[in-house]
């Protein structure tokens, strides 16, 4: 960690970082030199520039710009970061237009990183719903699907408070309400990107609920031919333990939301609440909407940094 660029008092920044309403105390060192933040005695740059691309990061020997304020997820916006030096940029959320969505554990195989400067891991909900898309695909032909995430609510999204927002729903206060609003056409897209036969065929919605962390997914999918509710549970259980393991988890204890909290897997299926209808199946998982996208994250800026230093430049 070389610099971080938040317009936040740099004070504020280190207090946060050591204490933590949800995660508790960091138990390590973290002190202030005017505008550097020392953890345990490792020096982090910090900037306070509102502009997209004002950090100088080639100056700063930057590889890869993480871009987190949630204000620049487009591709237009994000590439300022090449233009300032880094070179490459990690975007944390969906985005309808990077050189690649990178869901783990799925598609890394397809990064390239001479062509793949701009890269996203999609967002928390895209995340958990893969690696479930991504196993039931293996042995049915998925034909369309509908998902609802029930979703702790947050400062970026929800309103802690009543107060005026473009979407009159979310400018209601997240503490004392249940709030619906429609995905974003980034998370769709990131995941007909990555599952082409789901292209315009997936769509769903978000409810904002008063919890301060875990989420829960309910996806619906369209099948082309019967199944059961053991092939289902089997398939994704087995998926858990083989080639998604650390990705994909899989319980059938009766767990709630706060029993997620820390889990690194991006979604945790609940078999127990498996169902199939008809060509219908519902498959619920949980997720730490934090944690457990924060290791996504990780992964994908290590992917997005192997070899750059070596890596010839190719596009724009």
């Avoid at 936040?8 to 390590?28: F, I, K, N, P, W």
């Avoid at 974003?184 to 609920?209: C, M, N, Q, T, Y």
């Avoid at 509710?229 to 706060?258: C, F, H, M, Q, R």
């Avoid at 800026?301 to 890596?311: F, S």
Wanted: net charge negative; hydrophobic share 40%; aromatic share 6%.
């Amino acid at each position: 960690m070389v610099a971080i660029n938040d317009l936040a008092e740099t004070r504020s920044q280190a207090h946060l970082l050591r204490y933590d309403s949800v995660r508790g105390r960091l138990d390590t060192e973290v002190t202030v030199d005017g505008d550097t933040i020392l953890v345990d005695g490792r020096p982090i740059r910090s900037f306070h520039r509102p502009q997209v691309g004002a950090v100088p990061w080639g100056d700063l020997g930057v590889d890869v710009v993480l871009e987190a304020t949630g204000q620049f997820f487009a591709a237009e916006q994000a590439r300022r970061h090449l233009d300032a030096g880094a070179r490459r940029v990690v975007v944390s959320t969906a985005t309808v237009d990077p050189d690649l969505t990178v869901l783990m554990g799925i598609n890394e195989a397809d990064f390239d990183s001479r062509r793949h400067r701009l890269v996203s891991p999609a967002c928390c909900t895209s995340s958990a719903a893969a690696p479930i898309i991504a196993t039931l695909r293996q042995n049915l032909s998925l034909l369309g699907g509908m998902l609802t995430t029930v979703h702790a609510f947050d400062p970026t999204k929800s309103s802690l408070h009543d107060a005026p927002h473009w979407d009159p729903r979310m400018g209601r206060a997240a503490s004392v309400n249940l709030i619906p609003a429609r995905l974003k056409p980034g998370s769709l897209h990131a995941l007909g990107s990555v599952f082409p036969e789901l292209a315009g065929r997936i769509d769903g919605l978000h409810v904002r609920v008063p919890a301060i962390i875990g989420c829960v997914l309910d996806l619906d999918l369209r099948v082309d031919r019967p199944t059961t509710v053991d092939e289902v549970n089997a398939t994704l259980a087995a998926a858990a333990e083989g080639s998604l393991k650390g990705y994909l988890g899989y319980t059938e204890e009766p767990i709630v939301s706060s029993d997620i909290i820390g889990t690194t897997e991006s979604c945790i299926v609940d078999g127990g609440f498996t169902t199939v209808v008809g060509d219908t199946v519902k498959v619920v998982g949980w997720y730490d909407n934090e944690w457990g996208f924060a290791n996504r994250l990780a992964d994908v800026v290590a992917l997005a940094g192997r070899e750059v230093r070596g890596a010839t430049l190719e596009g724009p």
